[in-house]
């Protein structure tokens, strides 16, 4: 038989204490360990969570956006308005508008809409029957066309070459654009120049 010293407790004793010691810090690193998972699942629900609700107010906004352009599109009755220039926002002058000129024109309030802007052409001396209107939008691939005629009288986008005659209805004369520009019936009242209905026909390229 054979009885333990004072120095064999003693070891035991400490080795025992150790083991323990040793569990201890074992048990913390896999609570710490845990935890730090816990915390970047939770950061990833709360980003998921984020973009979720973040589309789920993006699609309203968008299809309200639509409707709202859609409800802008120049309607009879629109004041045409300077679209550019020192005057935009006021009123077509007509009496500032020589034959063989044109301008580009807004139905008033309605500018926020790119698809209103409007080719306003004086063919002759009589403003109420030498007035004509068209889209300002290129049917090829919807640029904007120059607000100044060409030397021959004729509607010029500047991005592909397109020319329409504003005295046959906007026939395309040359260039890619397959198709007129759509025309905007106008009423003249007190000086002023209105819009008659809407345009003829989609407006850019269709």
């Known amino acids: 038989m054979v009885t333990p010293t004072s120095d064999g407790r003693s070891s035991l004793v400490s080795s025992t204490a150790q083991s323990e010691e ?11 360990e845990r935890l730090a998972t816990r915390r970047r699942i939770l950061r990833w629900v709360i980003r998921i969570g984020a973009g979720a609700f973040g589309l789920a107010l993006l699609v309203p906004a968008l ?41 580009q024109a807004f139905p008033e309030g309605k500018s926020e809409n790119e698809q209103n ?7 002759g001396d009589d403003p109420q029957g030498g007035l004509v209107a068209y889209s300002a939008i290129c049917t090829h691939l919807g640029c904007t066309v120059l607000e ?5 009288g004729n509607i010029v986008c500047p991005c ?29 009242a007190d000086g002023r120049v209105l819009a008659a209905g809407g345009f003829d026909a989609p407006v850019g390229p269709a």
């Not at 956006?65 to 020192?86: E, M, N, P, W």
């Not at 198709?179 to 009423?187: E, F, T």
């Open 22 to 32: 040793l569990y201890r810090t074992h048990r913390l690193n896999l609570q710490a």
């Open 63 to 103: 299809a309200l956006r639509s409707l709202t352009q859609a409800v802008d599109r120049v309607t009879a009755g629109d004041l045409l308005v300077y679209a550019i220039g020192d005057r935009a926002g006021l009123p077509i002058d007509i009496a500032a508008l020589a034959p063989g000129t044109a301008v």
């Open 117 to 123: 802007l409007i080719e306003l052409v004086r063919l």
């Open 148 to 152: 100044a005629l060409s030397p021959d």
């Open 160 to 188: 592909h070459a397109s020319i329409f005659d504003p005295r046959a209805d906007a026939q395309v004369l040359t260039g890619p654009a397959a198709r007129p520009l759509p025309a905007l019936p106008v009423d003249i």
